[in-house]
């Protein structure tokens, strides 16, 4: 009936994570993300703890997720710091945003662990080498 219509998709029809509405929703884009893997990422918010939290909002697990969201036209990089830093996956450059790069991304990001003390600096100077 007007003005709505039977969705015929079916409930899992999302535009947002399709290639076209990326790259039709802005240009190209570079992005270093920063995680801190220090031992306060294993206290606890809910259920979860704060890593877990970052995993998820990444789509490191079965959810659509952060990396989810960018294509072929974009350049992501994942650096992680505690006591020092250090670039997650195979390459210590940004690299394009294909299927099979995020999806290495995502699994390097699901073995992140919690280690021991904060080195803030060593986060930013290796996420800005990147």
């Known amino acids: 009936e007007y003005p709505g219509r039977v969705n015929e998709c079916g409930g899992g029809f999302d535009p947002r994570i399709r290639p076209w509405y990326r790259a039709g929703s802005s240009g190209p884009k570079d992005v270093v993300i920063l995680i ?3 031992g306060s990422m294993d206290k606890r918010s809910g259920s979860k703890t704060r890593l877990q ?3 998820d909002a990444l789509g490191a697990g079965e959810k659509f997720g952060l990396l989810d969201s960018f294509g072929q036209s974009d350049f ?3 650096v992680t710091f505690s006591q020092e830093a250090s670039v ?6 940004l690299v394009r945003g294909t299927a099979d790069n995020l999806k290495e991304l995502k699994r390097a990001v699901n073995l992140l662990v919690e280690k021991t003390t904060t080195n ?3 986060g930013f100077e290796k996420a800005f080498d990147v």
């Open 88 to 93: 997650v996956g195979s390459s210590e450059l």
């Open 76 to 78: 992501v990089s994942v």
């Open 36 to 38: 801190d893997i220090s």
């Open 53 to 55: 939290l970052v995993k």
């Open 120 to 122: 803030f600096q060593a």
